[in-house]
């Protein structure tokens, strides 16, 4: 019923509801789950999601020329 | 008799062939350098090089501006520079966004789709479009009705429609729709999973003996949010032996530690049951204990049954798969990125590298086997990308270099250059009165010693300026696609391996420098300045050419060039951030990488090679002579817009 439970520090905490707030995060949890999605599966490797700059540059990076 | 008449008619209209008694036979070695050809030959090591060398002649043939591989072979093919075939690096950019995309091709989407549940369907067929333009030597062949045989030519993916039977180079994408991205699997938890440079890391697990893992495919765009398509695959490995069995949904191989696969098939489900395309890959078991660590090549585009068009005529390819089994579709085959970031050490490069070599001279073999007229042009990629390679094995004062690995490697471009003089050997054995001889290379080679990150220089000396309170970064936290610029402020950019744009007003969005007498004295300013840069650890000038492309190029897209060409020293290239809009503190940096030796320079400094069983007559020939000389050989005269004349006829 309450989920998990992390503990943050209050000092982190405050700049994570700070950051929620100016990118429109409807809440600080709803910003943390995002957050850590995305870091999950790029972890993992799993299925990485479209963003088009880095599509761009893994299609280019074959080639040898580029890092 | 009706038949007979039935032929003579067809044969008039063009619908078949007539006989042509003359051969050409075009050797395209891709990187093959004059200096060190000259080493080998004068050692004895290349007889058949020396034998042709004596017999025709051996010359310098001066490469494009600039000397990189799609836009040197594009001035072979058209005859023309980049003004008019319009490749003037292995990377352009949109001007409206600045976003970087492969020269030489483009994927286009479906233009319109249907929503049905989660799933999209395509309404319309989606295109890949061939970027070069101007007509082939191949194509204006077609038309005097002079068959042609074009195997693995850089910059023609998608093959150009022709009735010459051709097969797609470098510039060819796999089945990602990438230039090649490996997958390495491993539990060795201090390997850094995600995206790697040119490949992917996946975390596994061995429990019970197996390690359970996906192979991924391309992106679905047939699904909502185009997820990537993906099959299962399960290794079991031996619990004592360093043996594995690698089980994939249509078949399963047997790998000792240190052994690839052959290639395998695999296809991925983009609609269940209507639409699915089909790969090749192959596995090589790096460990099995105590770690385990498998690397998967990038997924290939099965020549047997492509997922986008490779060849001319469509059934060349399923043909060529027929007669050589599978073989790597992709265009720059050997996988140097895996290299680069240890994911197979220089012993397992080589044996990839070797994999891929061995696969073109069998197809070599049957190419020349069935010559019997016409043009045969055979493109071998393996010195390029080995001197690119192993260049620091060569080099004493190389930063990526060590006595160890000289000790290893010193002779590996040596035994190449072997394996090519032995290529020739069989096309020697086969020459005949009427058949000519080309063989040529697109450019040289040098080492790559130092980087010259060109972004970083122009924002120290204020050409390019960062948003307030932003800074430079550094190695890979310099940032892509000019992240922080303040474009208000900035009055040049760099993009590409030479280029240098204005930020044109206009053209640019967000542009400020305007035509004319500002760009012209800003042009002036750079190019001085440039020319008098000198690397700190050397004195050395770190750019030895600066060339404007609106002197170097003619041509309808002259236009669309980068303003200045930058023409780097031996011994300099442009940094490895900087060729896509990165912004790093330091301008020169030690080139650490295993990529060691590059072309990306002064094009004056790496001319090419230029052999042939005939005289050679024309005093300084240049790539954009070999089209006019194909043409003429056949009788056929060159078209207007190709600038040179035949290699075989005296400059005048």
Redesign the interface.
């Known amino acids: 019923m309450f989920g998990n439970r992390i503990k943050i520090d209050d000092e982190l905490f405050e700049k994570i509801k700070q950051c929620a707030a100016k990118a429109g995060y409807a809440s600080p949890e709803e910003f943390i789950q995002h957050v850590l999605e995305k870091e999950v599966a790029r972890l993992s490797g799993g299925d990485a999601p479209r963003d088009p700059e880095e599509e761009v540059k893994k299609r280019l990076q074959g080639l040898g020329y580029i890092e | 008799m009706f038949l007979l008449l039935l032929l003579a008619v067809a044969i008039s209209c063009g619908l078949g062939r007539s006989p042509v008694s003359k051969k050409l036979l075009v050797i395209g070695i891709d990187g093959m350098d004059p200096q060190l050809l000259e080493r080998f030959m004068a050692a004895g090591k290349m007889p058949n090089f020396s034998a042709l060398a004596a017999r025709g002649g051996f010359t310098r043939l001066t490469t494009s501006i600039p000397p990189q591989s799609p836009v040197a072979w594009s001035n072979l093919i058209t005859g023309m520079d980049p003004g008019g075939h319009g490749i003037f690096d292995?990377?352009h950019r949109d001007p409206a966004t600045l976003?970087?995309?492969?020269s030489t091709s483009r994927v286009e989407p479906p233009r319109f789709s249907l929503p049905l549940g989660s799933w999209r369907l395509p309404l319309s067929s989606g295109a890949t479009v061939l970027l070069r333009h101007g007509k082939s030597f191949w194509e204006i062949l077609d038309e005097h009705g002079v068959p042609s045989v074009i195997y693995r030519m850089p910059a023609n993916f998608p093959p150009v429609k022709t009735r010459a039977r051709t097969f797609s180079g470098m510039g060819t994408?796999?089945l990602l729709?990438?230039?090649?991205?490996f997958s390495f699997y491993t539990d060795d938890l201090f390997v850094a999973?995600?995206?790697v440079?040119?490949g992917?890391?996946?975390?596994v697990t061995l429990e019970g003996g197996r390690v359970q893992a996906k192979l991924?495919g391309p992106?679905n765009t047939l699904r909502k949010g185009?997820?990537?398509a993906?099959l299962d695959f399960t290794v079991f490995v031996d619990p004592a032996e360093p043996v594995a069995k690698i089980v994939l949904p249509d078949s399963e191989t047997i790998l000792r530690e240190g052994e690839w696969s052959p290639w395998l098939r695999v296809e991925f489900e983009l609609l269940p049951v209507l639409s699915n395309v089909r790969g090749i890959c192959r596995f090589y078991l790096k460990e099995v204990h105590p770690g385990f660590k498998l690397y998967v090549s990038?997924v290939n585009l099965d020549p047997a049954d492509p997922a986008l068009p490779l060849s001319t005529p469509e059934s060349y390819s399923r043909e060529l798969a027929g007669e050589l089994g599978p073989f790597h579709t992709?265009g720059?085959a050997e996988d140097?990125?895996a290299l680069?970031g240890g994911y197979l050490n220089d012993e397992e490069y080589l044996q990839q590298a070797r994999l891929v070599l061995e696969e073109q001279l069998r197809a070599f073999d049957l190419e020349l086997s069935r010559f019997r007229s016409g043009l045969l042009f055979f493109y071998f990629s393996s010195l390029d990308?080995n001197s690119?390679m192993f260049w620091r094995a060569l080099d004493e004062r190389h930063p990526a270099g060590n006595v160890q690995l000289a000790e290893q490697h010193a002779t590996v471009l040596e035994q190449l250059y072997v394996e090519m003089d032995r290529a020739l050997g069989k096309a020697l054995a086969r020459l005949d009165d009427r058949t000519t001889l080309l063989v040529l290379s697109d450019h040289g080679f040098a080492p790559f010693l130092r980087s010259f990150n060109l972004n970083a220089w122009l924002q120290q000396k204020g050409y390019l300026a960062l948003q307030e309170g932003a800074s430079p970064g550094i190695g890979?936290a310099a940032g892509?696609?000019f992240k922080n610029v303040d474009w208000s402020r900035s009055r040049a950019y760099g993009l590409g391996?030479n280029g240098l744009y204005l930020n044109l007003s206009g053209r640019e969005k967000q542009g400020i420098v305007h035509s004319g007498a500002e760009a012209d004295a800003l042009i002036a300013a750079l190019t001085r300045e440039l020319l008098a840069v000198r690397d700190p650890a050397s004195a050395l000038p770190a750019i030895t050419r600066v060339d404007r492309a609106a002197q170097a190029y003619s041509g309808p897209y002259a236009a669309q060039a980068p303003e200045l060409l930058i023409g780097y020293n031996r011994g300099y290239r442009a940094g490895?951030?900087t060729?896509?809009g990165g912004i790093s503190a330091e301008v020169f940096e030690d080139n650490l990488?295993p990529?060691s030796g590059d072309h990306?320079m002064d094009f004056t400094l790496v001319p090419g090679v230029l052999l042939s069983n005939r005289k050679l007559a024309a005093s300084a020939p240049s790539l954009t002579d070999i089209a006019p000389t194909i043409l003429l050989e056949f009788g056929v005269a060159k078209p207007s817009q190709m600038k040179g004349a035949s290699v075989f006829e005296k400059s005048p």
């Open positions: 292995f990377i976003a970087p995309y492969l994408p796999d729709g990438t230039y090649g991205t999973a995600g995206a440079n040119g992917r890391v996946f975390p991924y992106y185009e997820p990537q993906s990038p992709l720059i140097t990125k680069s990308l690119h890979s892509d696609f391996l490895w951030g060729v896509l990488d990529w990306c």
